[in-house]
């Protein structure tokens, strides 16, 4: 994982991360992937609101969890965090954030030892992920 692609976590900017050498480059997303705040199906739910908000305020720690595995070429954790991260996001009223941790469950899926990951699919789906959870909110 240290020399291909990872996406970047820096606050209000989605792109990868390029390491070559000692060399770390950065390639911008082009614009319009991501437009606007995401905003929960229960936004507009008294009993669901601050749950919701517990769960978007814990996001910036599941993405550098996340961000940790991927850079650590830990793929079986970085597929479990995926996996919550599916559940967690449809749970709290964002289909779309768990949508996008599926598509990283499911390219992560066939790894082994003898089949190395697809770093270029796994990259944009987190990228992709990345995006969702920067835009998440719990209010309107």
């Known amino acids: ?6 996406p970047c976590w820096t606050a209000g900017r989605v792109g990868s991360i390029y390491t070559i050498g000692s060399e770390v480059r ?4 082009p614009p319009g992937v991501g437009s606007g705040p995401l ?3 229960y936004a507009d739910d008294p009993e669901m609101s601050e749950l919701v908000g517990f769960f978007v305020e814990e996001l910036p720690a599941r993405l550098e969890a996340l961000r940790s595995a991927w850079t650590g070429g830990q793929t079986t ?12 996001g449809s749970g709290y009223g964002f289909p779309q954030i768990g949508e996008a941790a599926a598509r990283v ?3 992560l899926a066939g790894i082994s030892a003898s089949s190395p990951p697809d770093l270029a699919a796994v990259n944009k789906q987190l990228r992709d992920l990345v995006d969702l ?8």
């Open 77 to 88: 954790l970085l597929a479990r965090l995926a996996h919550q991260l599916k559940g967690a």
């Open 26 to 29: 950065m390639a911008q997303t």
């Open 39 to 41: 905003v929960s199906q």
């Open 1 to 6: 994982f240290r020399d291909g692609p990872a």
């Open 105 to 107: 469950e499911a390219a």
């Open 133 to 140: 959870c920067t835009r998440a909110s719990a209010n309107r």
